[in-house]
């Protein structure tokens, strides 16, 4: 059980990664896995039973293949589940959806400019031209039906604007292509790097990236999430943490990383199909595999740089029933957190709560009103779809009142079954819009990114609310809908009172 006070630290100050091993490790929420353990899907499978169990963080320290040499650990598992989350976040054990959203919904908007410093521990290595060996890191192959091993599942990858000069950080999936070479999935349209990429290309030159593995978890779950335009996550980073990230300059290139992380691998991304090498399939945060294989852009390694004795730091991507992952749990916040303030910017009214439970990583959305007018959750509904941070996101759109708690999927099941009628306007499909190009229920030809440009999807409005153009009756109370059976307050606070004398072992 993680402690207020040693979450309310997590808040003052960046923890390397080291650091944040030994915090968990010290609260009982890290697990060291000393027996050997095959890095080709052992390590994915084990990961995949603890998640099941809502198991600790864990730290691999006896890797097949990997006993000695570069490096020697495997540590994952540090953002899945509430408890560990709220501790990276520096929130007290009994946060609720709401206290954590709101928090990062505030901060979020808040800045802090991080500082160059001259050098580092990332720096205490520095390997380039044949001495770069990315198979020299222990990259598991996570799934069994993945086409290789993931290097970069939980990497930062840093890109700067060409044109503005402001640096991205975003968390992007790529393969170990060879010794020297990462094929990555990159979206042109839809994603940060992606639209630098398309400005290097119309300049004709390659696009300098750099891959960070290993640092305070707060840039895992800072860069995994759409912060916005114009805004370096660096600068959010530091606001969380309270004081300036230390970042140094990179070897081959002006882009900037943590002076204090573990490994950092350079390069560029040419726009030559020459240079594509074949990426996919991969275990998505969808929790099947998606994508075919096929010749995808790839970043060029010209240097690595590293700690003495680096950990290596990875995700098993995929959320399945009763299994959630890192990207789940942490996507749930952030997902809920962008799509309240994009709620209030549109300056609709009456929001209480936005719930995207880890199981969906914010396909599914979840928002709490109190109901001010009839057309308010199409409005909630239009207002995120319209907004660029759907993207990959908000496919499907739930609106209830106040006495739906939308973190209950009882509660959400009940206001679907007595609130939703469809040929009332409970349900809306918006159909032929953005979507995202990972999702399995969307054909084939809707995924065609060389066709369409960004996949398409049919997003649903589920209006669970009670519906406004019913007659209020007066024996209802002079409601739309009639009573509950839930008892009268006065019946609810006698029996409370008295609890103690009816003689149940009940809570």
Known sequence: MIDAHVAANGNAG???????????????????????????REIGAVTRRVLEKKGPALLFESIKDYRSGRCTKLVTSLLAGDERLR????????ATNRDI?????????????????????????ILTGDAVDLFEFPVPIWHYLEGGRYINTFASVVTRDPDTGVLNVGVYRGMIGSKHSIPVLLNMGGQHWGRHFMKYAERGEPMPVACVIGFDPIMDFIAGSPIGPGVCEYDVMSAYRQEPIKLVKCETSD???????????????????????????????????????????????????????????????GTLPGSTSENGTMGAIQRAATAWNILENAEIPGILDVVCHPITVGVNIVVQIKKMYQGQPKQIAAALWGHGAARYKYKNVMVVEEEIDPSSYEQLDWAYAFRVNAGEGGITVFPGIFGSVLDPSTPLKDRDLTQLGCAVWNRVLIDATRNWTFERKAEWNNERFPPTVKPAPEDEAKVTARWNEYGFDLD
């Not at 501790?87 to 009994?94: C, K, R, T």
């Open 255 to 317: 882009l900037e990383v943590p002076a204090d992380a573990e490994i950092v691998i350079e390069g560029t991304i040419s726009a030559d199909p020459s240079t594509f090498e074949m990426e996919g399939p991969f275990g998505e945060a969808t929790g099947h595999i998606s994508d075919l294989p096929a010749r995808r852009p790839t970043i060029q390694v010209s240097c690595i740089t590293h700690r003495n004795d680096p950990v290596f730091r990875g995700t098993l991507e």
């Open 14 to 40: 960046f923890m390397d990664l080291r650091q944040t091993i030994q915090r968990l490790e010290s609260v009982g929420d890290l697990h060291r896995v000393r027996a050997e353990v095959d890095w080709n």
């Open 87 to 94: 501790f990276i976040l520096g929130l007290p054990e009994g």
């Open 101 to 125: 959203v709101r928090h990062v919904m505030k901060k979020n908007r808040e800045t802090i400019a991080p500082v160059r410093v001259a050098t580092g521990s990332v720096k205490e290595n």
